[in-house]
């Protein structure tokens, strides 16, 4: 499977040139996208680290170091696009409801599902 860092073609996407869900390796805990679904689905809240300005909404991987989920969004940075991409991209990928609770003008947030 390899580190997901390493080879950054293993992604889950929205985009329209990807799979919605690609079974290649998410992170170092999880062993595919499907389980990596599955532990955001049943978390209460999450720490994200958001990438603005990227080419594709994707689920990049989790950061052990930061304890966060990395994740990119196509919006830019500006007037809250981004913030509304992200609870966008968490809603259809898991389809709960998110709310934005620590950090709405930093790259670090934490979330919460309602």
């Known amino acids: 499977m390899g580190d997901p860092f390493k080879n950054p073609s293993r992604h889950l996407?929205?985009?329209?040139?990807?799979?919605?869900?690609?079974?290649?390796?998410?992170?170092?805990k999880t062993n595919d996208a499907a389980d990596a679904i599955v532990a955001i689905?049943?978390?209460?809240?999450?720490?994200?680290?958001?990438k603005p300005n990227s080419r594709n909404n994707?689920?990049?991987?989790?950061?052990?170091?930061?304890?966060?989920?990395?994740?990119?969004v196509r919006a830019?940075?500006?007037?809250d696009k981004a913030n509304k991409e992200l609870l966008s991209f968490l809603r259809k990928t898991t389809g709960k409801r998110f709310l934005i609770k620590i950090g709405a003008h930093s790259r670090e947030k934490v979330v919460a599902c309602i």
């Open 58 to 72: 994707e689920l990049v991987g989790y950061s052990d170091e930061k304890k966060a989920w990395l994740i990119n």
């Open 41 to 50: 689905k049943t978390s209460k809240t999450l720490k994200v680290i958001v």
């Open 76 to 79: 830019a940075a500006e007037k």
């Open 13 to 28: 996407s929205t985009g329209p040139n990807r799979p919605k869900v690609d079974l290649g390796a998410v992170n170092r």
